[in-house]
Structures are given as C-alpha cells and as structure tokens.
C-alpha cells in the first residue's frame, strides 16, 4: 500500500508552474462533478497547489458522492464537499457564488439505450450550470469525440476543426458546448472548452486496457489503430491553468498528448515488458479519434509525463496489483454508442 501512495504522490503531484499560476488565479474554485474518475485527483491537486503557494482559497467539491469514504477523504485533505444532484434545480440554485468553476459533471458510459438521461446531463444540466455561474471563470470539460475522425497521418483535429460527432453521446457533448457558448455571448462569462482525450491514471484508461489485453494473452482489436494519450495528472494540472484563459466568447482547447500512439506498438511494447507474444484482430483503418494538442502545448509547455514513462508506469502498477476501475473507455468504438 506504501509502494502506490509513494508512486501516486510522485506522479500526481503538483508543478512548480501550476503553483505560481495558482497564484494568478483570484478567488477560491468549485470542482462540479468531483466524484467521479476525474474529480478526486484534480481537487486533491488543486488544495496541494494552494497549500504550496502559502495561499488561503477554497476548494469545493461538489456530486452526490457514491463512492463510500470520498467524503471523509476529501474532508481530511482540507477540501470542502458539498453531496448534491445538480441535475435537481432547487439544488443546483443552492450552491454557493465562486469566483472560478472546474466543470466536470456528464454522461458517457450507459449513454445507448438511455439516451434521454445521456441529454439532460450533458446538454440541458450545461445550460442551467451557465446560467447560475454566469459571474464565474468556467472550464468545461468536455471530448474529441465532437470531431469527426481525421486520417492517421494529418496530425488530428485542431480546435478550427468543424464539430461533426459520430453517435449521441458526442453529439451531446457538442449540445454541452453550444449551450455554455451560448451564455457566454448572453451573459459575456469567461469559458474554456476543454476537449480532453484520452487521459491515462494508474487506474484506468487505453494504456491499462491495452496492457491487460496482451498481459492476459487476450487479442486486441487494432481496427482504431491509433489513439492520442495524456497523463491524467498533466491534464489536471492544465484544465486548472485554463481558469486563466477563459474568454467571452469562449475559447476552445484541445488537450491531449503530443503523439498519434501506434495501438500495435502499444502493445508490443507491453508485450516487451511482460514478455509476451500480443495477439492482434482486426485491420488498422486510415482514419481515427485523434486531436492536435500544439495550442495548449504553446500556452502551458508540453506535458512533463512522456509517453515512455506512462507505460512504465501503468505496467508496474498492474504487476504489483494495483487498484483499478472497471469503466473502460471503449477507445475502439467507430460508431460512437457508448
């Protein structure tokens, strides 16, 4: 248990640059929909970054809070949480004013055959958010899978790119951003969008799904071929720095890593590691989800964690069995039903 709090703690932790941007950041941040893969990490490093800069800010987090002991958790580490169904009016209203909004509350996984849920979530749930936070800084989160797919060798989407979704779940996601751009034309609320794909935690994610495929000796459908990957932590530590580049009318910016990853040298290279033979179906196609990352490498550098070292990482955390979370990210899909 020491060995991964000490692995966690070295690979999660905050940056010499996110601690002196967290001194420009004015006012104390909400963290909305802080319970779910993404949540716990990024409110424990944004309460790091503030106590690291000697500042007095809050750290709110707000869900409903599943998860057994995340509360008592948080609490602990000085962070505030506040158990809430946004999706219920009455309690969204309820929140506190703050100065700076992380907006992470959504639907994914589950979106077939509950479709309707899948819409309120991450499309009306956005709408009333912007309007009750419309005094606020607000980072959205939200997907690549608003692009179309684009050919291996263009080097991804970048943010001028036109939105053309495949499926509802993206679909959804582009209503999330419409109604969040919509308000800040109404209201002239700073945003960022925050197209994030694909990050990768000890825990969960394409590089942990890849590894257990070639450490169980389980074939890999190769047919998405290749993927674009980012450390959580470094996505954490952005999404956070974005607070200062939101814009009326809302800025759009893509994050990810810097490389278009090859999912057959993904595997082969685990397979090196694990000294294994991958087993592959499937043909790769011209085109995949990927996303070209160069705006946000110009506002915030590139990311500190390479890929080389992800895969270190995530194959010393599954060997020495390491917690994980069944939510796969279902990277392969090509028809957008999630």
């Known amino acids: 248990m020491n060995g991964f709090k000490s692995l966690e703690e070295q690979w999660l932790s905050p940056s010499e640059a996110l601690i002196e941007d967290m001194k420009r950041i004015e006012g104390d941040i909400m963290i909305v929909g802080a319970g779910g893969k993404i949540g716990p990490s990024i409110a424990r490093l944004t309460m790091q970054a503030i106590e690291r800069a000697g500042l007095d800010k809050r750290v709110i987090a707000v869900s ?3 998860e057994e002991g995340l509360v008592e958790e948080l609490n602990a580490e000085g962070i505030e949480t506040i158990i809430a169904n946004v999706l219920d009016d009455t309690q ?27 819409w309120a979530m991450n499309t009306y749930l ?4 912007a309007e009750k ?15 179309p797919f684009t050919a291996v060798g263009s080097g991804g989407a970048t943010e001028e790119m036109r939105a053309d979704p495949v499926g509802e779940y993206g679909q959804s996601c582009l ?42 000796g389980k074939p890999l459908d190769v047919t998405m071929g290749h993927v674009n990957v980012i450390w959580q ?54 085109t995949a989800l990927l996303s ?26 599954l060997l020495e069995g ?16 999630f």
């Open 64 to 66: 409903r809070f599943s």
């Open 92 to 118: 969204l209203q309820d929140l506190p004013e703050v100065e700076n909004v992380l907006y992470l509350a959504g639907q994914k996984f589950g979106t077939s055959n509950n479709e309707p849920y899948t």
């Open 126 to 129: 956005p709408g009333r958010v």
């Open 133 to 147: 936070f419309r005094k606020s800084r607000i980072v959205v989160y939200s997907t690549g899978n608003v692009y």
């Open 175 to 216: 209503g999330r951003e419409r109604m969040f751009q919509y308000f800040s034309s109404v209201y002239g609320t700073p945003i960022l969008l925050y197209r994030l794909n694909y990050a990768i935690d000890f825990k969960y994610g394409v590089l942990l799904e890849v590894a257990k495929s070639v450490l169980n």
């Open 233 to 286: 932590g470094d996505a954490n530590e952005m999404a956070i720095r974005s607070l200062l580049h939101c814009e009326s009318p809302s800025k759009i910016l893509n994050i990810t890593g810097p490389e278009t990853v090859s999912l057959r040298w993904l595997a082969n290279e685990f397979g090196r590691i694990f000294n294994t033979e991958p087993q592959f179906i499937g043909e790769e196609q011209p």
């Open 292 to 317: 070209n990352a160069a705006e946000s490498f110009r506002l915030f550098g590139y990311p500190r964690t390479t890929l080389k070292q992800m895969i270190g990482i995530t194959a010393q955390w």
């Open 322 to 337: 390491g917690k994980t979370i069944n939510k796969p990210t279902h990277f392969q899909e090509r028809k957008g039903e």
